[in-house]
């Protein structure tokens, strides 16, 4: 097997499948914890729709350009805001969610700008 491949089975592992797993069970465990996963359950989306190469140059943007890195940067923050705030409120599940969603992130940028 690949090691390419061996690689994006893990990426698809802990930084999607894992996430939306503990999204999921906090959302019918606790009501309350809806507003707070908002914004991961958004990053992760995107973050599964940017591995196909005709959506992620549409939604994140073309290789190596600034929109690329921007939006990168940008769900990074919004994600690590998100940690700080479920951590804060004591919704274990969500910021785990969210530091496992930011984790695939930064992946996704030291991917991006490798030449």
Do not use: H
Not at 54 to 71: C, H, I, M, P, Q
């Amino acid at each position: 097997m690949p090691l390419w491949l061996i690689w994006w089975i893990i990426f698809c592992a802990v930084c999607l499948a894992c996430p939306a797993c503990l999204l999921l069970f906090a959302w019918v465990r606790n009501k309350q914890v809806i507003a707070a996963s908002i914004i991961p359950m958004a990053a992760l989306i995107v973050l599964g729709l940017a591995l196909f190469p005709e959506v992620k140059s549409l939604l994140v943007g073309a290789d190596y350009s600034r929109r690329l890195f921007l939006t990168i940067d940008v769900f990074i923050g919004l994600t690590a805001v998100s940690l700080i705030y479920a951590a804060c409120r004591r919704l274990w599940l969500v910021a785990i969610a969210s530091a496992l969603v930011s984790l695939g992130w930064i992946y996704l940028a030291a991917m991006n700008s490798m030449v």
